[in-house]
């Protein structure tokens, strides 16, 4: 069972839009920011996201992050196939002195 | 280029130890934390165990604390993972990644090494 919580999956069609939710509670994602990896199949993990809505150098800006409160997400519009991966959110938690990851949504495009 | 590249994976009985290494290169090594996140055949990711860049600063999962323990040689631009008493559910691929601080963010991963705990 994962601190954070993550739809086991989602899809969607070429050139749609999708979001991915991520939740927590105060000690993590309450207090601090969230990053967000993509995995292709397999691959390692990639940043994809940090700091909540900043994309590294390199990722294109059709991905998009926020965060309210306790809660974060991730959306992708303009969906491509290539985006056909696995999305894990992460933050630090506070009270368990350690980061803590979603337990991942696997996208599919249809 | 960052690159990191984990090795010391195998196959190991219950109750016996392992050491995974990471070499790392392409960076400033002695200037960024260091991660081992560990994920399970078909399942998600789990951090296991994080270190400052000067090593004064040490984190692991609750399911690690007590068995595993981090260190790194910023000599040798290398990270360590020692690992005992393992258990079947230890049985994952093992990356190794870079960070902005034990708390910041995890930038880069290496490829990961397998390791499987069974008899």
């Known amino acids: 069972q994962s601190v954070l919580t993550q739809p086991p999956s989602a899809s969607g069609t070429p050139g749609q839009r999708v979001t991915f939710s991520c939740s927590g509670s105060?000690?993590?994602?309450?207090?601090?920011?969230v990053t967000w990896f993509q995995q292709l199949p397999g691959t390692s993990p990639k940043l994809l996201m940090f700091?909540?809505?900043q994309r590294p150098s390199g990722v294109p800006d059709r991905f998009s992050g926020s965060k309210s409160g306790t809660s974060a997400s991730l959306a992708i519009s303009g969906l491509q196939s290539e985006d056909e991966a696995d999305y894990y959110c992460?933050?630090?938690?506070?009270?368990?002195?350690?980061?803590?990851f979603g337990g991942g949504t696997k996208l599919t495009v249809l | 280029e960052v690159q990191l590249v984990e090795s010391g994976g195998g196959l190991v009985q219950p109750g016996r130890s392992l050491r995974l290494s990471c070499a790392a290169s392409?960076?400033?090594?002695?200037?960024?934390?260091m991660h081992w996140v560990r994920q399970a055949p078909g399942k998600g990711l789990e951090w296991v165990s994080g270190?400052?860049?000067?090593?004064?600063?040490?984190v692991y999962g609750d399911s690690v604390k007590g068995r595993f323990t981090i260190s790194r040689d910023n000599a040798k631009n290398s990270l360590y993972l020692q690992m005992n008493s393992l258990r079947v559910e230890d049985t994952a691929l093992y990356y190794c990644?870079?960070?902005?601080?034990?708390?910041?963010?995890?930038?880069?991963w290496g490829q990961g090494t397998l390791v499987t705990v069974s008899s």
């Open positions: 992460a933050t630090w938690d506070d009270s368990l002195n350690g980061w803590v």
């Open positions: 990644a870079k960070g902005y601080g034990v708390q910041g963010v995890i930038d880069y």
């Open positions: 105060s000690s993590n994602i309450g207090s601090d920011s």
């Open positions: 392409g960076f400033s090594f002695d200037d960024y934390a």
């Open positions: 700091s909540n809505d």
């Open positions: 270190i400052s860049w000067d090593s004064d600063n040490t």
